[in-house]
């Protein structure tokens, strides 16, 4: 079975730059979760959807965070613009349904803020 | 909100040796998990406890709920290099899903040979 795929693995902005991030769920998991890991901390959610729409996006900084899932299964995650703040390992997830037992993550993307 | 306190924050040990890591949680524990993860990769699922008193086991690696339910211990039998890495505990504040877990800081594990 093929993991959640993340592209790209690792990337370095300047700060006010654009990014985006891809995400591939594992088949068939309606689920799909964005993460933010700045080092040293625990992963914090940022946003929750079921197949193409948002469950909760109650930690996703609207004013220059923005994601989409429009077909249900690919998820794009967007920074715009940067700040130095954003650095950070960025993860998706995916599982079966909202109340599946695990879900399983991909590798991240490592932003770089400078 | 619920928080996380993992300790140690972190651990270094030889080959071979026994470690235990501690998840204190402010609020009651529904569903208490342990996910693993190496530098560059992403979280690898352990085991998921939900009820007090419950242990689980997955090869050296064993954890547990306390009958209060708001710790969690994770031990690790003879340890070798392999199982270096940060561990990290996530809460479920709802029971029984992964939806919306709340994570402690992790604790970073060094195994020296």
């Known amino acids: 079975e093929a993991g959640v795929a993340q592209s790209p693995r690792y990337k370095i902005i300047e700060k006010r730059q654009s990014v985006a991030f891809w995400c591939n769920p594992i088949?068939?998991?309606?689920?799909l979760y964005w993460y933010q890991q700045i080092l040293g901390q625990g992963p914090k959610l940022l946003i929750q959807?079921?197949?193409?729409?948002?469950?909760?996006d109650s930690q996703l900084p609207k004013d220059r965070f923005s994601a989409e899932r429009l077909k249900g299964v690919d998820s794009t995650l967007k920074i715009q613009p940067a700040k130095l703040e954003d650095s950070a390992v960025y993860l998706c997830?995916?599982?079966?349904?909202?109340?599946?037992?695990?879900?399983?993550f991909g590798p991240g993307t490592r932003l770089t803020v400078t | 909100s619920q928080e996380l306190e993992q300790s140690p924050q972190s651990l270094i040990v030889q080959e071979g040796k026994n470690l235990t890591i501690n998840c204190t949680s402010s609020?009651?524990?529904?569903?208490l998990y342990w996910y693993k993860q190496k530098y560059g990769e992403g979280l690898i699922f352990l085991m998921m406890?939900?009820?007090?008193?419950e242990e689980k086991s997955h090869e050296k690696i064993t954890a547990k709920l306390d009958e209060k339910k708001q710790q969690s211990s994770l031990h690790i039998t003879a340890s070798q290099p392999s199982h270096a890495g940060i561990y990290l505990c996530?809460?479920?504040?709802?029971?029984?899903?992964?939806?919306?877990?709340?994570f402690g800081k992790g604790t970073l594990l060094t195994v020296n040979p």
């Open positions: 609020k009651t524990l529904y569903g």
């Open positions: 996530g809460a479920d504040p709802f029971g029984g899903s992964n939806y919306k877990l709340t």
């Open positions: 088949s068939g998991h309606a689920t």
């Open positions: 997830a995916s599982s079966l349904a909202p109340g599946a037992l695990r879900s399983y």
């Open positions: 406890l939900q009820k007090g008193g």
């Open positions: 959807f079921q197949n193409n729409g948002v469950v909760d």
